[in-house]
T-cell receptor, first 115, second 112 residues
Framework: KAGVTQTPRYLIKTRGQQVTLSCSPISGHRSVSWYQQTPGQGLQFLFEYFSETQRNKGNFPGRFSGRQFSNSRSEMNVSTLELGDSALYLC??????????????FGEGSRLTVL | AQSVTQLGSHVSVSEGALVLLRCNYSSSVPPYLFWYVQYPNQGLQLLLKYTSAATLVKGINGFEAEFKKSETSFHLTKPSAHMSDAAEYFCAASFGNEKLTFGTGTRLTIIP
C-alpha cells in the first residue's frame, strides 16, 4: 500500500511569489491535514480537509489556502511568499476526520525555501 | 486551554542507557495521546497511542509510555537506547473531537 506522497520535495521561491504543494493520501483515506514545521515554532496546524470540505483551520493568514479534490488528493497554496514562510510543509492523511480516531500517516514533506 | 508540553528540547543518553522523554498535557476532557518519531529528512511516524484502554502502552522499536491521569503525564521510555533511536520525538494529543495538537518536540541524541 503506497504511503502519503508529497510533491515537490524541495523548492526555492523568492519573496512575493506563490507556491502550490500537492499531497496524495493513502488509498481509502478521506482526511488530509497540513502542518508547517519550523525550528522555532515546531509543528503548527494549517488546516484539515475531509471529503472536499475544510473541517478545521489553524491560525494562519489568508495567504495560506488549501483544497481537496474528489479523489482525496489535496493541494495547499501560499501566495505572496514571505521569508518566514520557509519551512517543511507536512501532509498527513487518516481514515476519518478528527484526531481521536487513530493515527495520522505523514508524508516526507515539502521543504520550501523563500529567498 | 488545552495544551501539550514536552520538557526538554534536547536529551542526550548513552547507548544502552534508559531513555525518558517527558510529556504533560492540560485538558478539561479526557485526551487521546500519541508519540510520534521523526528521523532526519522524513515525515513523522507513529510510535504508540493511548486511547483510554490500558494505561501502559507498548509501541514499536521497544518504546512504551504510561498514561498517568493524576500527573497529567504520558512519558515515553525505552530501557536501553540504541544508536538508531537518534531522532526527534513529538508528543501529541487530541482533546474531544479536535485536531491533533503537537508538543514542540524533543531531539534525542545517543552517545556511543
Amino acid at each position: 500500500k503506497a504511503g502519503v506522497t508529497q510533491t515537490p520535495r524541495y523548492l526555492i521561491k523568492t519573496r512575493g511569489q506563490q507556491v502550490t504543494l500537492s499531497c496524495s493520501p493513502i488509498s481509502g483515506h478521506r482526511s488530509v491535514s497540513w502542518y508547517q514545521q519550523t525550528p522555532g515554532q515546531g509543528l503548527q496546524f494549517l488546516f484539515e480537509y475531509f471529503s472536499e470540505t475544510q473541517r478545521n483551520k489553524g491560525n494562519f493568514p489568508g495567504r495560506f489556502s488549501g483544497r481537496q479534490f474528489s479523489n482525496s488528493r489535496s493541494e495547499m497554496n501560499v501566495s505572496t511568499l514571505e521569508l518566514g514562510d520557509s519551512a517543511l510543509y507536512l501532509c498527513a492523511s487518516s481514515l476519518e476526520s478528527g484526531g481521536n480516531t487513530g493515527e495520522l500517516f505523514f508524508g516526507e514533506g515539502s521543504r520550501l525555501t523563500v529567498l | 486551554a488545552q495544551s501539550v508540553t514536552q520538557l526538554g528540547s534536547h536529551v542526550s543518553v548513552s547507548e544502552g542507557a534508559l531513555v525518558l522523554l517527558r510529556c504533560n498535557y492540560s485538558s478539561s476532557v479526557p485526551p487521546y495521546l500519541f508519540w510520534y518519531v521523526q528521523y532526519p529528512n522524513q515525515g513523522l511516524q507513529l510510535l504508540l497511542k493511548y486511547t483510554s484502554a490500558a494505561t501502559l502502552v507498548k509501541g514499536i522499536n521497544g518504546f512504551e509510555a504510561e498514561f498517568k491521569k493524576s500527573e497529567t503525564s504520558f512519558h515515553l521510555t525505552k530501557p536501553s537506547a540504541h544508536m538508531s533511536d537518534a531522532a526527534e520525538y513529538f508528543c501529541a494529543a487530541s482533546f474531544g473531537n479536535e485536531k491533533l495538537t503537537f508538543g514542540t518536540g524533543t531531539r534525542l541524541t545517543i552517545i556511543p
